[in-house]
């Protein structure tokens, strides 16, 4: 074991204590990837959904609001397609269990990314006219966050 003394003098602490600035993202082609990448969509649903970022966006914001809406669209799958308390003690219909320690891969659709932005006050809500879906975006929820 290594004593305080030795690591203090090896800067071991310091080694971990690292901060990489990244610039935000603003190009919808970048965002796309990210969206591929994390989310898991394909070409033509990535460059849809990055319509839906508006401005430059950070990543450690994208990162995090995928994973909220992510766990969002998770949850309404499982409460909105069981219809009775038994689905919900099992986890899902088939009896499987959701919650078996396995890590749970992060998968937005663009209408699960775009409620959750919708739920923020980021878009609103469908036109009655069917008019093009981005409304005024009330709050911009990525302009004032930290990378």
Same mark, same amino acid.
């Given at each position: 074991a290594l004593s305080a003394d030795v690591m203090q003098a090896l800067e071991v602490s310091s080694a971990f204590n690292v901060t +990489?600035?990244?610039?935000?993202i603003e190009r919808a082609a970048d965002k796309a990837s990210v969206l591929q990448a994390v989310a898991g969509m394909g070409p033509e649903? *990535? *460059?849809q959904a990055a319509q +839906?970022?508006?401005g430059p966006v950070p990543i450690k914001t994208l990162l995090q609001m995928l994973e909220m809406a992510s766990a969002a669209q998770n949850f309404n799958a499982i409460v909105g397609d069981n219809q009775d308390k038994d689905n919900l003690d099992t986890g899902g219909a088939?009896?499987? *269990?959701?919650?078996d320690g396995s890590a749970p891969s992060t998968h937005v659709s663009v209408s699960?990314?775009?409620?959750? +932005?919708?739920? +923020?006050g980021a878009l609103s809500p469908p036109p009655q006219s069917g008019g093009r879906e981005l409304g005024n975006r009330l709050p911009n929820p990525f302009a004032s966050s930290p990378n």
């Open positions: +990489l600035h990244v610039q935000p649903e *990535a *460059a +839906l970022l508006p088939d009896g499987s *269990a959701h919650c699960g990314m775009r409620s959750y +932005l919708r739920s +923020l």
